[in-house]
């Protein structure tokens, strides 16, 4: 497939093929989940064409890989801000914490959990246990660095650097 078939840059489509080639070739569909996330990288978010697209890369079902793609919350069906924070709210964070760091979240950025800011900057979500609860609270910036010890004071030091 060619980059203009499927949407995708060469850089991406490289980077699918190097996930392919750690799987024998009658086992591609091990490589959906990484090929997802890099479909995601580039475009921000997932449409169904571009699911589908990589389903089609990648030799499988289209329905095989919108299975992951809905499944899993790392993973994002509508455009989100160009940082997503994804706060733990599960038990051991919200004893923690975590409730009021979402909550200081929600009013400092004017917005809900599921919202974006009107800016298109920031896109707020309730994560499940994230597996750092002796770090609590911990909140994950953009699926992929994860923050600890969310106090007001670290989340207002996160969100400069992330001006």
Not at 11 to 23: G, M, N, T
Not at 26 to 52: C, F, H, N, P, Y
Not at 73 to 93: E, H, I, S
Request: hydrophobic share 40%; with cysteine.
């Amino acid at each position: 497939m060619t980059e203009r078939s499927i949407g995708l840059s060469a850089e991406s489509l490289a980077q699918i093929d190097r996930e392919l080639a750690k799987y024998p070739a009658d086992q591609r569909r091990s490589a959906t989940m990484s090929a997802l996330r890099i479909a995601q990288v580039e475009k921000g978010w997932l449409s169904t064409d571009t699911i589908k697209a990589v389903a089609d890369y990648l030799g499988i079902a289209p329905m095989a890989a919108h299975e992951v793609a809905t499944f899993y919350n790392m993973y994002d069906r509508k455009p989100v801000g160009r940082f997503k924070l994804t706060v733990c709210t599960n038990l051991p964070c919200a004893l923690s914490g975590g409730a009021d760091a979402g909550e200081y979240l929600k009013k400092k950025l004017a917005i809900g959990y599921g919202e974006t800011t009107a800016d298109g900057k920031y896109t707020l979500v309730e994560g499940e246990c994230m597996g750092a609860c002796g770090y609590a609270p911990v909140m994950l910036v953009n699926n992929h660095t994860m923050c600890n010890h969310m106090t007001p004071d670290a989340i207002d030091r996160k969100l400069a650097e992330l001006n």
